[in-house]
């Protein structure tokens, strides 16, 4: 008996050796060999820090800048991403600092941008997302590679292309009307216009994309946001995968039971598109960015074919970034033309010159120059006013 109790100890120890060896391996060797070969050069950074990199820096940094009063005439960079504005005016336009015990290589020489962009050997690898963040994003477009990616890719080519988004264009416009009646009835009181144009854009991508109520849709978007809210928290925190195996944190328990959440509501909308199919309410699965998804999953080529998690990770992809996209810039235009009255008076006449008391259609809108220009003006000018010491980081 004692021989088999010194045995499972001997085990044990073993064990907990070869994993402190690894632990230690990973979080202190690698980091330093790395930064060694970096320093050697020329690429310098912040000292990195045991375990947790520069991830405290980076929080605090961040805490800090958000703490500060912005007008709307400062640069912006500083406030949104600090630490890497404070590390290339102290460090170089090349520099080095470190998620965990990951590298981060930030570069700013346009050479050596437009050699990472055009990767014609695949060296440059997507990242790899953090647990809890796969919870939100999935694997879906943005984050495969290959074959998958190409196959995802074609999906949305399929549904995105200018005869389909022509056909969107009379639901865009009704929800937008909705919205607008909705704002003549509360003439003379505050509304939160960012938080209009969230419950817009969900319609509008539940609607035109997902063929689903608005109801169906606003749940996905509010476990989405609640989601986001708790990565977002996370970002800056380091995390050890061995440990997060045995021990789950309170966020990543939460994001778990988010993410079922997404999927039970994700599944309830592609289970009715199949009960219509099968009681004969419908000759196929639709045309519709869900329609190609589902038929996608019941497709007999299993090169062809999605999994159930593939199906819900594309579908979570294109509810997260089609609303985020949309609500920047729609909130970016709108702060703008609220401080250039002359442009604002400008898109309204040639809104009236165009339309008059119609309702919009799409051979107007095609007709909108001024606000197009408007919309590109902005988009350049956001980017030509960020500079960071020597370094121009105009589009």
Known sequence: ??????????????FFLVTLIKFLYDYLWIPLRIQHILNSQGI????????????????????????????????????????IYSWI??????????????????????????????????????????????????????FTEGEKWAKY??????????ESLKNMTPAMIASVETMLEKWNGQEGQEIEVFQEFRLLTSEVISKTAFGSSYLEGEKIFALLYKLKILVSRNMSKTTIPFINKLWKSADLLESEKLAKGIQDCVMKIV??????????????????FLGLLVNAYHDLDQ???LSLQDLVDECKTFYISGQETVNSLLGWIVLHLAIYG???????????????????????????????????WLGKNSCKRSTVGKVSLAC
């Open 342 to 376: 002359d442009w604002q008076e400008k898109a309204r006449r040639e809104v009236i010159d165009i339309f008059g008391k119609q309702n919009p259609h799409l051979e107007g809108i095609t007709k909108l120059k001024t606000i197009v220009w408007s919309v590109k």
């Open 271 to 288: 289970k009715k598109r199949e009960d219509q199919v099968v009681n004969g309410e419908a000759d196929s699965f639709g045309n519709d």
């Open 153 to 162: 890719r074609k999906l949305a080519n399929h549904t995105f292309h200018g």
């Open 1 to 14: 008996m004692s021989g088999l109790m010194e045995l499972v100890i001997l085990v044990a120890c073993c």
């Open 303 to 305: 090169k062809n074919r």
């Open 89 to 142: 005016n102290r460090y170089g336009k090349n520099f080095v600092y470190w998620d965990g015990a990951r590298a981060e290589l930030v570069i700013s020489e346009p050479e050596l941008v437009k050699e990472v962009l055009k990767n014609s050997e695949n060296i440059f690898q997507k990242v790899k997302l953090p647990e809890i963040s796969r919870k939100l994003m999935g694997n879906g477009l943005a």
């Open 44 to 83: 310098k950074g912040p000292p990195i820090r045991f375990i947790h990199g520069n991830n405290k820096e980076i929080a605090k940094m961040k805490q800090e800048a958000l703490g500060k009063p912005v007008a709307w005439t400062d640069d912006l960079f500083p406030r949104l991403q600090p630490h």
